[in-house]
């Protein structure tokens, strides 16, 4: 009896783990559909190895039950149907068959609409619930299929057995429901912390631009004697600033909401040769050489973010190499992918840094914010890509 209680045990923890290992991955840790299913194939492999004894046959009242009141009504039903049909394939109809189904069905019913309480009720509440119903369910059981069974020790161990097993399965299905709600809680709140900290750090950026604004642009109204020359360039120097401040602003808000609005079929070869265009004046200012082969892939994406992306990293390779150098781009189609290389010989950088890269604040330039590449970051994740970084000289190669 014990190995038999013990492998039915098993194989309910094993299903617990499953279950929730997968709604931590889906990040639906209350799906019913996966507790449905985990409580089905539980139930499938308990019936094949009853216990000793007449009338708890097995521990599959256990998933049974879990299973409808996390469940409810519908996942109830199901799991009635599954224990029925498992049963009588094992079984066949036997002198309690009809008991058997009334019992069972019964017990689907309750669990199912005792479900929307159940699941409001805090921990304690919860196990005595399960552990109620169970205890119910077995004398219950015992009653009506074992009229003239003896009462005797073994007897009462085997009658409580479910109970004391449902108190242990309930407890650590409830602890692990509350480890995953709590870490999701903790992600949840370092997301936001993050997202006040750039927000503030954002702040902060824009600030600096429209100060200075405000301080050529009170010099050019107080001052009636500034030559014209040089109100041009403190009105230009201003017109500057607020540049920038629009900039930080555009990367911020691209990061916040990284998915495309709408999507269409681009041309990569076409798109990265328009960027080329953009970026080979401030190339030749910065003495960089452009080298590019580029074949004709078409993905799907947004054709201003995808720009946007590129731009990104092309005007930071070229901000990399101060002495001048070459910044080459390829693209080519591997494994029914898309693979775009930008790399270029500048001054390199180190492991650590390439592993804080797309981190909020940091930026290997003096007055950088780190905006830009967490722009490029959000972008490729949203059009669905994955990039990976190399450091021989800075070489991206993004997918």
Known sequence: MLNEFLLNLLFILVGIFLQHLWSEKTGHHQNKIVIGIASAITITLCIPFPLESSFVEDLKLIPYIIGGLYGGIVTSTILFVVIVVVFTFFYG???????????????????????????????????????????????????????????????????????????????????????????????????????????????????????????????????????????????????????????????????????????????????????????SSYANMNSVGIESDLVTCVIQGNKQQFQQCFLNITKNCIEAMPDGGTLNIYTSILNKHVLIEISDTGIGMSQEQINRIGEPYFSTKEKGTGLGMMVVFSIIKGMKGSISIESKGLEQSLQ
């Open 93 to 279: 109809v036997t002198d309690t068959y009809i008991t058997f189904l009334i019992m069972y069905g019964v017990l689907g019913l309750v669990c199912g609409f005792m479900s929307p309480t159940f699941l409001n009720s805090n921990l304690s509440k919860k196990l005595e619930t399960m552990v109620y119903v169970t205890i119910v369910f077995t004398i219950f059981l015992f009653v009506f299929t074992n009229k003239e069974e003896i009462i005797t020790i073994h007897t009462i161990m085997m009658l409580f057995s479910p109970t004391v097993a449902i108190f242990v399965v309930g407890y650590i299905f409830e602890s692990i429901r509350e480890t995953i709600s709590l870490r999701q809680k903790i992600i949840k709140t370092e997301k936001s912390e993050v997202v006040s900290q750039l927000a503030a750090s954002v702040s902060h950026e824009v600030r600096n631009p429209l100060t200075v604004t405000r301080g050529f642009l009170q010099l050019v109204l107080e001052s009636d004697t500034i030559e014209k020359e040089k109100r041009d360039e403190y009105i230009k120097l201003a017109i500057d600033e607020l540049d920038t401040a629009s900039n930080i602003i555009n990367d911020y808000l691209t990061f916040a909401k990284p998915a495309p609005a709408y999507w269409e079929l681009l041309d990569i070869g076409i798109h990265l040769k328009h960027i080329e265009d953009i970026i």
